[in-house]
């Protein structure tokens, strides 16, 4: 009988060199600078990182949310791209989150959360589902700004 190292097998989302990652994306009806600009605003920063005093949106700047949630940026490409450290509280070390707004179509734009460096398949699925919902809630929060568009799609 041959021998199989149970622990050698990857786990759906294990990276070799950066833990867990997991990826989650929506397309919406809207231009990449709405989408932009809401993500931004005070409102769309309360959905993923929760409530911050001020955030200027500078590469390096720091950030910690009344939630717990602390981070750092690290890249910021206006209406394309974010990058940063993002860690929840009780987090031994931080994980990287990256937004991308993804667009071929001045009113249509692909948001696409993605995070590495997770610590465990359960921290993995518990972020999933946190980016569905934040996913969806942008979705709520945005579906008025461009009603025509929304159903010009879905006709």
């Known amino acids: 009988m041959k021998h199989q190292n149970i622990e050698s097998r990857k786990l759906v989302g294990q990276t070799v060199s950066a833990g867990f990652q997991v990826g989650v994306r929506r397309s919406f009806p809207i231009s990449p600078e709405h989408v932009w600009s809401f993500l931004t605003s005070p409102e769309g920063v309360k959905l993923w990182i929760g409530n911050v005093s001020s955030l200027a949106f500078n590469e390096g700047e720091i950030f910690a949310s009344d939630e717990g949630i602390s981070g750092q940026l690290r890249i910021v490409k206006p209406f394309r791209q974010l990058r940063l450290r993002w860690s929840k509280k009780d987090w031994e070390k931080p994980s990287t989150l990256q937004i991308r707004l993804l667009s071929n179509h001045p ?18 699925e518990q972020m999933k589902l946190h980016w569905e919902d934040v996913l969806s809630a942008i979705r ?10 929304e159903m010009e799609y879905y006709e």
């Open 107 to 124: 009113n249509r734009t692909t948001i696409s959360f993605h995070q590495e460096n997770l610590d465990h398949p359960n921290t993995r």
């Open 140 to 149: 709520q929060k945005t579906s008025n700004v461009n009603d025509q568009e």
